[in-house]
């Protein structure tokens, strides 16, 4: 059933019509079984149009996720440093598979759909088929980093390297991880531990970012949000995929390596809220301040009416200030 689905979108993938017939035809399946896998495709967030006399038509065309592609557009050390990618056509969440599994080294997953996308903070990420990227990395560490609590910031500053070279300037960052364009979420990154500090730990984490974010699906996402498709021309999910991954490794064995040192001058480049009045909360209080960017280790520095305040990343949320 899979892999007819699977053939069925690549044969709708160019966007132009294809009636019942042609693709039962090509598939060697009754026009009744295409309007099901149809239907099926529907429920997974992808919006297919369906007129009578011409068929069915993708809303627009789909660039499925392609291993070979990702693998070609990774530098020789990324390459090197990979032991296993995951590609999945739908899965709960590339986080929760990763961190089910065992591996030996570096492991990444990507899925064209999560069932149960999390968010940071008890939140749901929406995640359509094919429309968006959906990416995890599961890095084993001999040892805590000093600096952990500041690995969600390198891995965002990573995330804009990827994104430039894209094509896509003009990233900014919001204090902890969310990646932000044009004043409207972008994407934002999940990071999770497995293990027991201070010995041998896994870091699994995911992120995701709006490419093509299709109508329909973006009447659940609860905040401003913008997509690639708004920023550049014709995005590609592989291409972004293979920046990600190589830029990713990169970043997390520099890290490894030196903290979060190499990454802090440019997260504060790129931090949207810079000298703006702010106001953080994390579950046990709220604070008020100006945001004065990030400290050595990671922490929000905020000058608050008592001073300067330290918030560590944790599960705080930012938010500006209603003026
Ligand atoms: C946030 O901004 O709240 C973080 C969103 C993280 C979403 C990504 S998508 C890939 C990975 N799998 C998940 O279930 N979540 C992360």
């Not at 099901?36 to 068929?55: I, N, T, W």
């Not at 949000?225 to 590609?236: C, G, N, Q, V, Y």
């Not at 291409?239 to 990169?250: E, G, S, V, Y």
């Amino acid at each position: 059933m899979r892999a007819t689905r699977q053939r069925l979108l690549g044969l709708l993938a160019d966007g132009h019509f294809h009636s019942g017939q042609a693709l039962g035809a090509a598939l060697g399946v009754s026009r009744g079984a295409i309007w099901k896998q149809v239907s099926a495709l529907g429920a997974l967030g992808v919006d297919v149009f369906r007129v009578p006399g011409r068929g069915y038509r993708l809303a627009r065309p789909l660039e499925l996720l392609d291993r070979d592609r990702i693998l070609a557009g990774l530098g020789n050390p990324a390459r090197k440093r990979l032991a296993e990618l995951f590609l999945l056509d739908s899965v709960n969440s590339t986080n929760t598979f990763l961190r089910e599994r065992d591996h030996d080294g570096v492991a990444a997953c990507i899925a064209e759909h999560q069932q149960a996308g999390r968010g940071r903070r008890g939140r749901d990420w929406i995640s359509p088929f094919g429309a968006n990227l959906y990416l995890s990395l599961d890095w084993p560490f001999a040892s805590l980093p000093p600096d952990f609590a500041a690995l969600g910031l390198a891995a965002g500053v990573a995330a804009r390297r990827a994104l430039v070279d894209i094509g896509c300037g003009n990233i900014q960052l919001k204090w902890p991880n969310d990646i932000y364009a044009n004043g409207a979420k972008l994407g934002g990154i999940l990071l999770e531990m497995r293990g027991e500090p201070p010995g041998p730990c896994r870091v699994i984490a995911g992120i995701g970012i709006n490419v093509a974010m299709p109508e329909a699906a973006a009447r659940d996402v609860d905040q401003p949000w913008t997509d690639l498709s708004r920023l550049i021309e014709a995005p590609s999910r592989n291409a972004l995929a293979a920046r990600l991954l190589d830029r990713w490794i990169a970043a997390f064995d520099a890290f490894e390596r030196d903290g979060f040192a190499g990454f802090r001058a440019e997260w504060r480049d790129a931090d949207l809220l810079a000298g703006c009045e702010v106001e953080v909360a994390d579950g046990r209080q709220c604070l008020s301040g100006r945001a004065r960017g990030v400290a050595a280790d990671g922490a929000l520095e905020l000058e608050t009416a008592t001073g300067l305040q330290r918030v560590v990343a944790g599960d705080a949320s930012l938010r500006r200030a209603e003026s």
